[in-house]
């Protein structure tokens, strides 16, 4: 009873947070920077400030990264990432890149963090919809075109118990048509703190972030989009076996 009110305190307490956050900061930031910060960097650091904090407040979680030298300063990527946690969400503003996320459209009517999405211009997709899937790769291409990297879960879903699952080809046609270098990056530990399916917060928990080296559209332009989904997959499972081999036996 006692750890069921201690959760049910910790989740208001965030969302009290995330509407102070979007409706005294985020949205006057907002209106006085984006007539001239057409890249909003400055409510995208905003945004990983929010996001951050939720990691950070917990003196018993902790992260690792690692890679930070593979990303160039200045360039654009199609950057995929395995998912495991609705904590990725937070976490990954940790990658020091200006980015946008591809993110389902029901998350539009989530209160605050759904709205904040729309307000910095994240791109939503309704997942099962040709026509959005197509107007979804159209507004990504543009994305990376003006110069802001797109940040894109390639298994399209969260995975059930943290094993990487089969990669759709999506992100891979995103950064083929955009003539864009991919940035894969591998986060392990997420779906031990918050599961898929459950709302209890693990106490004690270390996140990894593996940033890795870049891949030019060059190296894959003999594969299929397809090819070269199943590609990378193949990669992050050869990477994440050894870190939880226990998920693949």
Request: with cysteine; proline share 4%; aromatic share 12%.
């Amino acid at each position: 009873m006692f750890k069921s009110s201690v959760l049910f305190l910790i989740w208001v307490l965030v969302a009290v947070h995330c509407f102070v956050f979007f409706m005294f900061i985020m949205v006057p930031m907002w209106i006085l920077t984006a007539p001239f910060d057409k890249k909003l960097r400055i409510t995208q650091r905003l945004s990983a400030w929010w996001a951050l904090s939720y990691i950070y407040w917990n003196p018993n979680w902790s992260v690792t990264i690692t890679g930070e030298e593979n990303i160039e300063k200045g360039r654009t990527y199609v950057v995929v990432v395995n998912h495991q946690s609705a904590l990725d969400i937070a976490l990954l503003y940790r990658i020091p890149v200006n980015f946008r996320w591809v993110a389902k459209a029901e998350l539009m009517r989530v209160p605050f963090i759904g709205w904040n999405l729309v307000l910095n211009r994240h791109v939503m997709i309704a997942r099962g919809n040709a026509t959005s899937a197509r107007h979804m790769i159209d507004r990504c291409v543009k994305t990376l075109n003006g110069g802001v990297s797109m940040m894109i879960f390639p298994e399209g879903t969260r995975s059930k118990n943290g094993r990487i699952t089969r990669f759709k080809e999506g992100a891979f046609v995103i950064a083929r048509d955009a003539n864009v270098a991919i940035l894969p990056v591998l986060v392990e530990g997420t779906s031990d703190a918050l599961p898929r399916d459950g709302y209890k917060v693990k106490a004690r928990q270390h996140f990894t972030i593996r940033i890795l080296p870049v891949v030019e559209q060059a190296t894959l332009a003999h594969l299929t989009t397809n090819e070269v989904a199943a590609h990378f997959q193949k990669e992050f499972v050869a990477l994440h076996q050894p870190m939880r081999p226990e998920l693949y036996s």
